[in-house]
């Protein structure tokens, strides 16, 4: 309780150890609960620029705001938004975003059996249409840089391969005067 140390597993902290985050940013965690994440892209940014730790659930939300104050990373808000919102509230003022988005649940199985049994009942198909809107909504906030984490192991490397192909090979729908986005 005191903020020494948070323990997660390395595959969930891969994605903010990896994204290039300077001081003086304006970062978006899309996906940030529990806050392992949005504590490490708070360290890296020493205090200067901003973060906005967002989760679409309020108890998850509830969850980051106070891992964040333990860790006393000052210079972060959470929101608790669906993306869209933010989009419309946010647009262009992100130097960078980081979506970790929901996947499957199947690096939770060795913990948590009852992902399995959510895992056989939804499959991993449940969950594509949930990454693709999260990965669109991102894209319409006009980033400078989106990085989507695809860390986790999985037994389903085909879908989320073929996932990610048709996001980054999706024909962009801004004009060519409006090159923000990549």
């Given at each position: 309780?005191?903020?020494?140390y ?11 150890a ?13 996906c ?33 705001l106070?891992?964040l ?64 809107k ?39 729908e ?9």
């Amino acid at each position: 309780s005191a903020g020494l140390y948070y323990l997660q597993e390395p595959s969930a902290m891969t994605p903010a150890a990896k994204f290039p985050v300077k001081p003086g940013e304006r970062v978006l965690d899309l996906c940030a609960a529990p806050g392992g994440k949005a504590t490490a892209l708070g360290a890296a940014l020493q205090g200067k620029g901003v973060l906005v730790a967002n989760d679409i659930s309020n108890s998850r939300a509830k969850a980051l705001l106070k891992n964040l104050e333990v860790f006393g990373i000052s210079n972060a808000f959470v929101t608790n938004e669906v993306p869209q919102n933010l989009a419309d509230r946010f647009e262009g003022f992100f130097d960078k975003v980081l979506i970790d988005a929901p996947c499957s649940g199947e690096g939770m199985f060795r913990r948590d059996k009852a992902m399995v049994k959510d895992w056989l009942q939804k499959g991993p198909d449940y969950y594509v249409p949930i990454q693709r809107k999260l990965l669109l909504d991102a894209a319409d906030i006009r980033l400078a840089v989106v990085v989507v984490s695809v860390e986790e192991p999985t037994l389903t490397t085909m879908r989320r391969t073929s996932f990610m192909f048709s996001i980054i090979n999706k024909p962009p729908e801004n004009t060519a005067e409006d090159s923000s986005v990549r």
